[in-house]
Nanobody, 119 residues
């Protein structure tokens, strides 16, 4: 599995960004795809996860991003998107995409995309 993130940028506080994770060969309904972030000098933390088919999608968020971030999946393009609104300086971090196989439990990581929130 190859994961490629994109969309990171420098944005002002209160702004928005849309991160994308493209997965090849693709994403199964049983897979868990997550966005993690790692601020400089700190440990990596889970931001949001998504799993399941269209009719029964399960999303989870860490408390600090609830009501501001939305994770979604495009079943045709095989991408997982993290829509980030009302960004704060503390959201600044390298953001990584992760996929856990629902069949093998193997885990893969992307190379990361940098998000910087600053005025």
């Amino acid at each position: 599995v190859q994961l490629v993130e994109s969309g990171g940028d420098l944005v002002q506080p209160g702004g928005s960004l849309n991160l994308s994770c493209a997965a090849s060969p693709g994403i199964l309904n049983s897979d868990i795809v997550g966005w993690y972030r790692q601020p400089a000098g700190k440990e990596r933390e889970l931001v949001a996860t998504i799993t399941g088919p269209r009719s029964r999608t399960t999303r989870k968020y860490t408390d600090s991003v609830k009501d501001r971030f939305t994770i979604s999946r495009d079943h045709v393009k095989e991408t997982v998107t993290l829509q980030m609104n009302e960004l704060k300086p503390e959201d600044s971090a390298m953001y990584y995409c992760n996929l856990i196989s629902g069949l093998s439990a193997n885990s893969w990581w992307g190379q990361g995309t940098q998000v910087t929130v600053s005025s």
